[in-house]
């Protein structure tokens, strides 16, 4: 009982009206900028694209830690600076008791704001003819039928030499007999995607280092790659390989629903990891605001993109991992790709898991610990 | 109830409270001694928010430091003005009812006492932002006593409280103590303390100076030698008169403005009766008089130097 009389004074201590405009704000900030960019676009809007770019970036990469510095240290340093901790910890309830209660009552504030962004992130990008999910390849998936068939026809790189060498006789003779200056067939499209829809769903050999040295690939499927890619998930990397080897002529499989559904359940675990770190931060530091402002914004933000094995000193790489997005590539190769160029290679996600979960854990345990042994007094008033 | 063996607390190089021994059993205790002398330092050890540098402080023969045991038996009104502002006055008793184990099927009676006892009931619904400092430090007195505990530590309770607040809840101090609860409130007014009890701890500057009946401090006091300080265009003329009173000890002028007059005494009271008939019989004009010493501060200075 008193723990739930505890949850609920602390999250009502969370939620003041200060609190609530900015966290109405950070829910609102992601999907106004993608009503400005659908409303720039018009008809080329890419709501996939979108959707990954803002949630990747804005929802991760600022809502998430701007939320966990604020409500993380805030549980505790209002209490302390407004001095009232005094009457919390004079009374007959154990202090990490106290503690956890603050600790469950961010964490609900934190991932209940980021995911209510999310989730309106994802209703003002959605399209009714985006991706499908499905991983197969269909005549309506060639934005440029001739164009990919042509590429096929004449293999001037490894990717299209290796699919092209993937066809059956048959179809290659088809392929081989048609004439590039005219429309092809309906046959022939039939028959070259049956092929390559079978080297979707079970080759493994199709991405090898070497033959994608030349392509950009997105998170996603590096992070696939990453995790070594078995069962299902062979065919969403294969498809996710020949999206990003012919970018111009291939649509996306990807949907925003089947991120969004990840999203949903991953922003809650960078809360807990983020929440717990800055709620330690809080047991000890005064300051632990700007200490965590100063974290999220310059630590988290910029060592995961570092290279080699500095990002693995960021919580950000790990909840990437988690939940990476397919970034639309921007025409001109900015500080943060080249960054990326650097160090490629993501973290497997069940080493992400496995951090994640000890961040949490450790850091709860030393936020209990030291709020259970510390002395919550001011000096300047404890004579 | 309390006992502290030769307990000291320092912050860093500051003293809280140096080598204090003392025993605290029932009854109403007055924790006297200027600011900054340590008694909030004493009243967080003994509530548990600080261990004591050195030696030892029980509390119902436990430590309290974080002990949820010796919480469950201590009311505690801190001396911090801040509060929950967002909250009314009910709702923060209440709360702080529920951390002290009052199940929910008692607490709104129980609160309903509590603030009727300070004299709250009719403010309760009113947000702690809105209240007045007395306001305030009658709600911080509810939620002390609102789980009826054993010992009630109030940190200068009467701060802020108007006379006839004071005069109310000094009144609810002695009837708790009469009670069989242990009742130590602290303070820097010696008047306070003595409409409130006789026994008193004296503590200055981190050390207990004197422990006991607050007459025998009060003789102590009258003891010292007093000084007051008198403005009189006459000023010689009245400094030879006051001489001849036995109980003046001396007079001397001021030398830079010889309308100054410093006058030492060891019976305050009958000097200060005696002075107006004086001045009244032999026509003496005096414009101004005041005693540097009339504050506690003078007297621990003396208390300490004897």
């Known amino acids: ?383 | 109830m309390i006992t502290l063996s030769r307990a000291s607390r320092w912050y860093g190089q500051v003293i809280g409270i140096n080598d204090v021994s003392c025993e605290i059993g029932p009854g109403l205790t007055a924790l006297l001694g200027p600011n900054g002398a340590g008694k909030s330092t004493l009243m967080k050890l003994v509530t548990g928010q600080l261990r004591p540098t050195t030696g030892d402080v029980l509390v119902f023969r436990e430590r309290p430091f974080a002990n949820t045991r010796v919480f469950r038996r201590i009311g505690y009104c801190p001396e911090i003005e801040s509060c929950y502002e967002d909250m009314t006055g009910r709702e923060f008793v209440s709360m702080l009812a529920a951390l002290a184990g009052i199940p929910s099927s008692q607490r709104a009676s129980r609160c309903a006492d509590a603030l009727e006892l300070v004299g709250m009931t009719a403010a309760a619904s009113r947000k702690i932002g809105g209240y007045s400092k007395g306001m305030r430090q009658r709600v911080k007195i509810a939620q002390a006593i609102v789980h009826d505990p054993d010992l009630l530590i109030l940190d200068e309770p009467l701060n802020g409280l108007d006379p006839v607040g004071r005069r109310e809840m000094t009144d609810l101090f002695v009837k708790l103590a009469e009670s069989g609860k242990c009742v130590v409130v602290s303070s820097h007014i010696l008047y306070e303390v003595e409409q409130m009890t006789r026994r008193i701890l004296l503590i200055d500057r981190g050390r207990m100076r004197a422990m006991g009946d607050v007459y025998q401090i009060r003789a102590l006091i009258d003891a010292h030698p007093h000084r007051v300080a008198i403005t009189c265009p006459e000023a010689r003329r009245l400094a030879r008169r006051l001489l001849e009173f036995p109980y003046v000890l001396s007079a001397s002028l001021d030398r830079a403005d010889d309308s100054r007059l410093t006058v030492e005494t060891r019976q305050p009271d009958q000097f200060y009766d005696d002075l107006p008939r004086l001045a009244l019989a032999d026509g003496y004009q005096v414009t101004e008089f005041e005693s540097p010493d009339n504050n506690l501060e003078a007297v621990f200075r003396y208390l300490v130097k004897g």
Not at chain 1, 29 to 55: K, Q, W
Not at chain 1, 70 to 93: C, D, H, N, S, W
Not at chain 1, 299 to 305: L, Y
């Open chain 1, 1 to 383: 009982m008193v723990e739930r009389f505890l949850l609920a004074t602390a999250l009502r201590d969370l939620i003041t009206a200060r609190r609530l405009v900015v966290a109405a704000l950070l829910i609102l900030a992601p999907s106004c900028v993608a009503i400005a960019i659908r409303m720039g676009m018009r008809e080329s809007f890419d709501g996939v694209a979108t959707y990954g770019a803002l949630a990747s970036l804005l929802v991760f990469g600022f809502v998430l830690p701007i939320l966990a510095v604020v409500f993380g240290t805030g549980a505790v340093t209002q209490e302390i600076e407004q001095k009232t901790i005094v009457y919390l910890l004079t009374r007959p309830v154990a202090r990490w008791r106290i503690l956890a209660s603050k600790y469950l009552a961010a964490w609900i504030s934190i991932s209940g704001t980021g995911v209510l962004g999310i989730v309106l992130l994802g209703v003002v990008t959605y399209q009714s003819r985006p991706g499908n999910g499905n991983t197969r390849l269909y005549p309506s998936s060639l934005r440029d039928a001739r164009a990919f068939l042509g590429r096929l026809q004449t293999p001037d790189d490894s990717i299209t030499e290796y699919l092209r060498a993937s066809l059956s006789q048959p179809t290659g003779d088809l392929l081989d007999r048609w004439d590039p200056e005219t429309p092809p067939g309906r046959r022939l499209i039939r028959a070259v995607l049956r092929d390559l829809n079978s080297v979707i769903s079970s080759d493994r050999r199709f991405y090898s280092k070497e033959r994608f040295a030349a392509i950009s690939l997105p998170e996603d499927a590096r992070q696939l790659i990453a995790d070594g890619a078995r069962g299902p998930a062979v065919a969403r990397l294969n498809r996710w390989l020949i999206e990003a080897a012919f970018p111009d002529l291939i649509r996306t499989s990807r949907t925003t629903r089947n991120s969004l559904a990840r999203d949903i359940l991953v922003l809650p675990i960078g809360a807990a990891a983020y929440g717990a770190f800055f709620l330690f931060l809080a047991t000890i530091f005064q300051r632990a605001l700007i200490m965590g402002l100063f974290l999220a914004f310059g630590w988290e933000s910029w060592v995961p993109m570092l290279p080699g094995n500095f990002k693995l000193v960021s919580v950000m790489t790990y909840l990437r991992a988690l939940a990476p997005h397919a970034r639309p590539e921007a025409p001109s190769a900015d500080l943060m790709q080249l960054f990326q160029s650097l160090s490629p290679e993501s973290v497997p996600a069940s080493l992400a898991w496995l951090v994640l979960a000890a961040t949490t854990g450790a850091s709860l345990f030393l936020a209990l610990l030291v709020f259970s042994w510390r002395e919550y007094v001011p000096k300047d008033d404890a004579v």
